[in-house]
């Protein structure tokens, strides 16, 4: 197996989600339908699909005739989750944007790490650009790809207290002490940096959330978003290889060692 | 987040250039944590008394099992509401949490077992006005318990 992209491997890593994806824009010709016809090329590895609302901006007017246009592109904008067989990878389509996901699902071993996912994301978006032809639609024109780690940290085992954030987290997060106050009760933040290869931006999140199974976490997202140098699915790889290694670079700077211990840092 | 109580003028909101999000996982409400001062005192509460429980032999075993507080914290999560007095918890025999809301007169008792099953009682002067059974899930009758606790229902 190829492993020239791992920057760092944990043995219990705390990411239960990685994204790859690329936005672009909205297809000309491309609607709701298209989404089925997609699908039913890739069934066989994606048998299962569920309809949500798109990612970003969603603008539905309502008229006399009832619900109208939706950036004069279709009346009801969807977005496609076509999940494989484990409920662990899919793919996720809509009129601008083609993500790749892999989520840590409960009795599902194991983390797909990068290495692995980028040619399932090389072979799927390559599939999906035949099908742009093959139905006589214009090639997408890209405008963003993106990497994002979604990483939990678990009440009860990586940390008691959000005070324990202040031995988790490095000084890369700034945490402050005074004469006036003392515990630290919450924590959430995002933050937005310029990539210094100028090739875009990465994004820090912290959220603190109640998981489906009742587990109290703080979740922070790392995203690394800008765009590729052109449309081709060349530039588009190169862009994901290097945005993966901003955001895995700067989990590792902004977590410290003593979690890397916890997580089994091989 | 300190409930802003300024009388200036409204600024408008700035929105974070990252506003999408290509997550397919799914979790109660993070927002809610930042406007909900309570919420986050109460899940303190609860880590507090699943960590200190101990079993009392001839009195009762006050541990408190994850299955339980994985389900009174679900319950919390099913309570959109940011301003509330804040609940308290106390641990039952049998490792069950017993989460009291109280607002003047009223009380919403709601006492959550380990097997999930949670009963909730509301209480009028310390008399039972209702008593249910109800799923953790349920948003509306959550909710709603602890609406009537304030007098809003």
Same mark, same amino acid.
């Given at each position: 197996m190829e492993n020239s992209h791992r920057i760092a491997d944990f043995e219990? #890593? #705390?990411?239960v989600e990685t994204v790859l994806g690329v936005f672009f824009s909205p297809l000309h /010709?491309? /609607?709701?339908l298209h989404q089925g016809v997609f699908w039913h090329r890739v069934r066989t590895r994606y048998p299962r699909y569920e309809l949500m609302s798109p990612i970003g901006e969603l603008e539905v007017r309502l008229g006399p005739q009832g619900l109208q246009s939706f950036q004069g592109l279709q009346p009801f904008p969807i977005r496609s989750l076509l999940i494989d067989e484990s409920n662990a990878q899919l793919v996720q389509l809509q009129a601008n944007g083609f993500l790749r996901n892999w989520r840590k699902v409960p009795g599902v071993p194991g983390y797909i790490h990068y290495d692995v996912m980028r040619p399932s994301f090389e072979r799927d978006w390559i599939e999906f650009l035949n099908f742009l032809g093959d139905e006589r639609l214009a090639s997408p024109e890209v405008f963003e790809a993106q990497v994002t780690y979604i990483n939990q940290f678990v009440r009860g085992f990586e940390?008691?207290?959000?005070?324990d954030f202040r031995r988790i987290l490095t000084e890369w997060i700034p945490f402050h002490r005074s004469d006036i106050i003392s515990n630290l009760k919450l924590m959430s933040f995002h933050e937005a940096y310029q990539l210094k290869d100028g090739s875009g931006r990465l994004e820090l999140v912290a959220q603190p959330a109640i998981r489906q199974d009742g587990k109290e976490i703080l979740q922070l997202t790392i995203t690394a978003a800008g765009k590729p140098r052109s449309n081709s699915t060349e530039d588009l790889m190169a862009w994901l290889d290097s945005g993966h290694a901003a955001v895995v670079g700067t989990f590792v700077e902004a977590t410290s060692q003593e979690a890397h211990k916890i997580w089994g840092r091989k | 987040m300190i409930a802003a109580v300024s009388t200036g003028p409204m600024l408008e909101r700035v929105q974070p250039s990252?506003?999408? =999000? %290509? =997550?397919t996982s799914l979790f109660a409400s993070a927002s809610l944590f930042e406007s909900a001062p309570w919420l986050n005192d109460a899940l303190s509460q609860i880590h507090d008394l699943e960590k200190g429980g101990k079993n009392y032999p001839g009195?009762?075993?006050l541990t408190i099992p994850p299955e339980t507080s994985a389900t009174v914290r679900i319950l919390l999560s099913q309570?959109? @509401? %940011? @301003? @509330?007095p804040r609940p308290s918890f106390s641990s039952v025999s049998g490792g069950a949490i017993v989460m009291k809301f109280t607002a003047g007169e009223r009380d919403a008792e709601f006492t959550v077992f380990p097997s999930g099953t949670v009963i909730v009682n509301l209480l009028e002067g310390g008399n039972l006005a209702s008593d249910d059974e109800l799923s953790p899930q349920d948003q509306g009758r959550v909710q709603n318990a602890v609406l009537w606790a304030l007098g809003r229902l």
């Open positions: 219990n #890593p #705390p990411v /010709g491309y /609607g709701a940390w008691e207290t959000y005070d | 990252y506003a999408r =999000s %290509p =997550s009195i009762g075993d309570i959109n @509401l %940011p @301003l @509330l």
